[in-house]
């Protein structure tokens, strides 16, 4: 690889390119670890707890350390059937837990998984946007009023998809109790989407490759040859995507993306 640089005087656009294809592969990076790292990681905590919405296709762990692993649990909220929970996730990044949490509708059923306690089922009931600053979020206000038996599941997310000016929040209403799942529990569908994303990557850098002047095309191939050895490895040797996360803050703010 060291010798088709040196033998190839590389243009401005090719260097435009290869910067590209930096900044998408930081961002590959941080999704194949996150995908990756469930499947290998120590149970936490609590992490053995699930949230499950069918209607939008979520079906994610719950987590007491940060947003950045999925979906994080408040650490004001009470345990589900002892008062209000509330959870949040991204809707870009990490997994993008609650990417379409926008088109949830009335009637939708929101599932909680947790163990000691048992399969808590939510329905959907109204949704707000507010501004970022919001700080008059406030759990357990029924039961504060007198109504004990009100219990309440916010999911809350940003606003709109990529930018962190306003936030979401879903109301959802406890309605029943059961049995846990505990097969829902154990199972991991976005099991193989770290290797997706790598193959993506592939196939973009390729694609990309093809259009590039051919007297250059060679060092385009050798960067994206490079990074998709390094996303496979990830894979198959992840490391927490909060790592990549922290590291990739500034880049985000930069970008503008949350």
Known sequence: MLMIFMDLRIRPTTIIIIIALLVISLYALTE??????KNVAEPKEINASVVVIPSIGVHEKINNVSISQGVYIDPTSSLPTKGD????GHRTLQGSPFLRLDALKKGDVVTVEWPGIGEVNYTYNDSMIVPGTYDKFYLNESHKQGD???????????HPIGSSAERMIITCD??????????????????????????????LGLI???FTPPEERKIILAVVIAITIVLAYFCIFPISSQVWADQLGWLNSLMGVN
């Open 148 to 158: 004990i038996h009100k219990q309440q599941l916010f999911l809350i997310t940003c």
């Open 174 to 203: 406890l309605n029943s109790t059961s049995l846990i799942n505990e097969t829902t529990l154990e199972e991991n569908p976005h099991a193989d989407y770290a290797w997706y994303i790598t193959l993506g990557f592939l196939v």
């Open 85 to 88: 929970l509330a959870l949040f």
């Open 208 to 210: 990309v490759s093809y």
């Open 32 to 37: 194949v670890n996150y995908y990756s790292y």
